[in-house]
């Protein structure tokens, strides 16, 4: 089974802050996604990550950047982080192939706080 | 630009009743439609998925949806609802070939009454 692990399940922070979220997938998945998840929007892309050190910006990719340094592991940061950022994270992983789209596995989310 | 818009925020069923949960899709070209289920504070699970063959997709626990062009809709059905499928639900539709790109509806939440 893939898998698919979130380095917090809850996290609160203060205003400011640099935040780092840490995902991990073990199916050897070239796509890897970050959404926020708010109630009433469903699920918003903020960056995408094709390939190691390559990256793509989503629709929401404001305040967010990202890294991908090795294959299985992709980290959403927030730079500075304000109220409005208050969400649930969720990091999805996928197989890539020419031509052909495959599900998406996600994690178990990390929600976050900031006070 | 490719959308999904899924009917009801929110809708309850009786136990053994029958599920429906609606979607309806945007799109260019024809799509591949996913439903994924959320059960509370876990991630999204797919259900199952439509990539162009049989327009009638079974899933897992008893999901089934089915592929309707001239509706443009991926409805949800479930004969009987039990209380183990309480929980959201969310339609997804992408491209064939920039599988890169999923639109997620904005999710149903489903309340199963006993």
């Known amino acids: 089974d893939v898998k698919v692990t979130q380095s917090s399940r809850y996290l609160v922070k203060r205003t400011g802050e640099k935040v780092f979220l840490e995902c991990v997938q073990d199916?050897?998945?070239?796509?890897m996604f970050w959404y926020r998840q708010d109630p009433g929007l469903g699920l918003r892309l903020i960056y995408f990550?094709?390939?190691?050190?390559?990256?793509e910006k989503g629709d929401i990719p404001e305040g967010y950047s990202v890294s991908r340094e090795k294959k299985e592991r992709f980290s959403l940061i927030l730079e500075s982080a304000s109220t409005n950022q208050t969400s649930m994270y969720l990091c999805?992983?996928?197989?890539?192939?020419?031509?052909?789209?495959?599900?998406?596995?996600f994690g178990p989310g990390t929600r976050l706080t900031v006070t | 630009a490719q959308s999904v818009t899924q009917l009801g925020s929110h809708v309850s069923v009786s136990e053994g009743a029958l599920v429906l949960l609606r979607c309806n899709y945007s799109?260019?070209?024809?799509?591949?439609l996913f439903w994924y289920v959320q059960y509370p504070n876990q991630g999204l699970q797919l259900l199952l998925k439509?990539?162009?063959?049989?327009?009638l997709v079974k899933g897992i626990n008893g999901f089934e949806a089915e592929f309707k062009k001239s509706e443009t809709s991926f409805h949800l059905t479930k004969p009987s609802a039990h209380m183990s499928d309480a929980a959201e639900y969310f339609c997804?539709?992408?491209?064939?070939?920039?599988?890169?790109?999923?639109?997620f509806g904005t999710g149903t939440s489903l309340t199963v009454i006993p």
């Open positions: 990550s094709y390939d190691v050190k390559m990256k």
């Open positions: 439509y990539t162009s063959a049989a327009t």
């Open positions: 199916m050897d998945h070239e796509n």
């Open positions: 799109s260019s070209v024809p799509p591949y």
């Open positions: 997804a539709v992408t491209l064939p070939y920039n599988g890169n790109q999923f639109y």
């Open positions: 999805a992983s996928s197989l890539w192939r020419q031509g052909i789209t495959y599900e998406q596995y």
